[in-house]
């Protein structure tokens, strides 16, 4: 796992035959624990290496802190999966999408991302996507999932 960088909007010359006298590029980041949003800008100007060119931030997090495992927030949630899942296993992983656990990590040590659904190859190649959906028996199951949860909290 490391921090990635995506180009994801260029501008420059007004025309094909016009050279530009500025461009600005915006980059989308997702920045690896261990990191910051510091040591991120650090790194991108020594990879420039142009003093020239400005790098800004215009808005931005640290990673948000790695939840606990050995608490009984954790063990309520395996609860959860194996209860609804049998035949899966419950591990920690480590998200590196942007997600809310940034805000509710000021108030807990402990925050999930997680997300109750077996979805298809399809269904997870569609989320975010203009026709993003879930079959009706995976949100059944998902809905399972987080009544035992709620029940058992």
Same mark, same amino acid.
């Given at each position: ?92 992983? /480590?998200?590196?999408?942007?997600? %809310? +656990?940034? @805000?509710? $990590?000021?108030?807990?040590? =402990? *925050? ?6 077996? /979805?298809?190859?399809?269904?997870? %190649? +569609?989320? @975010?996507? $203009?026709?993003?959906?879930? =079959? *009706? ?17």
């Amino acid at each position: 796992m490391r921090t990635t960088v995506a180009v994801t909007e260029l501008e420059g010359s007004s025309a094909r035959n016009v050279l530009a006298t500025r461009a600005r590029a915006h980059l989308n980041i997702r920045i690896a624990l261990g990191e910051t949003v510091q040591s991120t800008v650090d790194r991108l100007r020594r990879v420039v290496g142009d003093p020239s060119v400005e790098v800004r931030v215009l808005s931005g997090n640290d990673p948000s802190p790695v939840s606990r495992t050995d608490n009984e927030a954790y063990a309520a949630l395996g609860a959860a999966v194996r209860a609804v899942y049998p035949e899966a296993a419950v591990a920690p992983y /480590l998200m590196v999408q942007a997600s %809310d +656990a940034r @805000h509710f $990590a000021q108030i807990s040590d =402990s *925050v999930y991302r997680f997300m109750p659904f077996d /979805l298809s190859r399809g269904e997870l %190649d +569609a989320l @975010h996507a $203009a026709d993003e959906r879930i =079959s *009706v028996a995976a949100l059944h199951r998902g809905a399972v999932f987080f009544r035992h949860l709620v029940r058992h909290l």
